[in-house]
């Protein structure tokens, strides 16, 4: 069973509808003892860093202890960011530091949120890209943005280069900045990918 952690932010449902597509299970749930019994976790969201957070703290213990265990914990959009270890998002606050770095605002005049299609470009290959082709597009929604590194999976351009898909310093831990349950096959076949690594 795959938990989609509800902290009161993101769009649970779509991501609960987007396994149900590819036949997985997966239950939206804010309580601590089905989280315990997940075999893989869903943090999604939409919003402002230091809200989601927030919001977040009375499940930190909960969702931190099965990612200690490893369980695959897979962040969206929102969820990616918060796994870094701060946000310059209306003042600087910390995140949960499963991926070294710090989150930033688009610059130099662009224009925001990025909002829409945009290519992938894979670094490295990693079991949640799968069967996913070079420069495939995906769905973003975002204002804020986490650098190119060491922990890039995939990058996309927006007025530069940023991550698109991160590892953890956790090799359970992965997250996206854009929205695999509204980027079509491409996303879909990715939830596929993520409920796989339960298997292995």
């Given at each position: 069973?795959?938990?989609?952690?509800?902290?009161?932010?993101?769009?649970?449902?779509s991501?609960e509808?987007?396994?149900?597509?590819?036949?997985?299970?997966?239950?939206?749930?804010?309580?601590?003892?089905?989280?315990?019994?997940?075999?893989?976790?869903?943090?999604?969201?939409?919003?402002?860093?230091?809200?989601?957070?927030?919001?977040?703290?009375?499940?930190?213990?909960?969702?931190?202890g099965?990612?200690?265990?490893?369980?695959?914990?897979?962040?969206?959009?929102?969820?990616?960011?918060?796994?870094?270890?701060e946000?310059?998002?209306?003042?600087?606050?910390?995140?949960?530091?499963?991926?070294?770095?710090?989150?930033?605002?688009?610059?130099?005049?662009?224009?925001?949120?990025?909002m829409?299609?945009?290519?992938?470009d894979?670094?490295?290959?990693?079991?949640?890209?799968d069967?996913?082709?070079?420069?495939?597009?995906?769905?973003?929604?975002?204002?804020?943005?986490?650098p190119?590194?060491?922990?890039?999976?995939a990058?996309?351009?927006y007025?530069?280069?940023?991550?698109?898909?991160?590892?953890?310093?956790?090799?359970?831990?992965?997250?996206?900045?854009?929205?695999?349950?509204?980027?079509?096959?491409?996303?879909?076949?990715?939830?596929?990918?993520?409920?796989d690594?339960?298997?292995?």
């Amino acid at each position: 069973m795959i938990a989609i952690i509800d902290y009161g932010v993101g769009n649970l449902r779509s991501v609960e509808k987007g396994f149900a597509y590819v036949g997985v299970t997966a239950k939206v749930t804010g309580d601590p003892s089905v989280i315990d019994a997940a075999d893989a976790i869903v943090l999604p969201g939409v919003g402002a860093f230091e809200s989601g957070m927030r919001h977040f703290e009375p499940l930190r213990k909960a969702v931190l202890g099965r990612v200690d265990a490893g369980v695959p914990l897979l962040g969206v959009c929102l969820g990616m960011q918060m796994l870094y270890e701060e946000s310059e998002e209306n003042g600087l606050h910390k995140g949960l530091g499963l991926v070294k770095g710090r989150i930033t605002r688009f610059s130099n005049g662009l224009k925001v949120p990025h909002m829409g299609w945009n290519s992938l470009d894979i670094k490295k290959q990693h079991p949640l890209l799968d069967g996913i082709k070079n420069n495939s597009f995906v769905y973003f929604v975002h204002s804020y943005k986490a650098p190119a590194g060491e922990n890039t999976v995939a990058s996309a351009e927006y007025g530069g280069e940023f991550t698109a898909v991160v590892s953890g310093d956790r090799p359970n831990v992965v997250g996206t900045q854009f929205h695999p349950e509204k980027s079509g096959d491409t996303g879909l076949r990715m939830l596929k990918n993520f409920s796989d690594c339960i298997k292995r």
